[in-house]
């Protein structure tokens, strides 16, 4: 039984969708004034979700300036992506010896893959949408969670690697969002294999495919 959602989870999620939804754009100053109107909330509780964003890379927050809603580059993503990718590349044994030893961290990628499969190629709002990225972010921190580095693990919750995925609602194909579900698919069975190089290239390709896409719906995004 889910728990009931709070004012500050609803706030939010409808935040989070008016991003998504341009209702809000990218580098615009947030008025609190003006959101307490249009969600007919108090100050504490915007802030409160809010924080939450800001937390997940989607809104910036300059002490004793205010809050903006992040803009983020095609370059940005690029850069965070190729970190992401040397951190896995880098962690390819680590990754093996876990996933050969821990029965509980292969059922958890092997349901993660499962249930995203089955969110790719349903999804029909943003809610949806947003869930089925939420699974490709936990997928991969699933793999850094893996080597046992937590310091690695809080590098890569600061990178926010899927933020640009609010960005390309309604650009990409669905095709493309199955297709990295169906990637992350070859990851996993490569590592659980103990094919270090097969595991190698999987990681490369799904990178390569996730980052060209993303690159260029936010290129098109400018013109």
Known sequence: MKEALTLVDKLYM?????????????GEKIIFRELATRYSASETPLKQALNRLVTEGLVTNIPRKGMWIRKITAEEI????????????????????ALNNDITLR??????????????????????YLEVYHLDHQFHKLLVYSTGNKKLLSLYDGLHSHTYASYIYGKQPKEKVI????????????????????AEQAIRTHHENARDIITLMLKLERH
């Open 14 to 26: 409808q935040i989070k969708e008016d991003i998504v939804r341009c209702v809000f754009q990218p």
């Open 78 to 97: 690029i850069e965070t992506m190729d970190i992401r990718l040397m951190i896995e590349l880098y962690n390819i044994e680590s990754m093996i010896l």
């Open 107 to 128: 059922k958890k990628l092997k349901d993660n893959i499962a249930q995203n499969r089955e969110r790719s190629r349903n999804f029909l709002n943003i809610a949806e």
């Open 179 to 198: 297709l990295g579900i169906e990637e992350h698919e070859l990851v996993y069975e490569a590592l659980k294999e103990g094919d270090k190089h097969k």
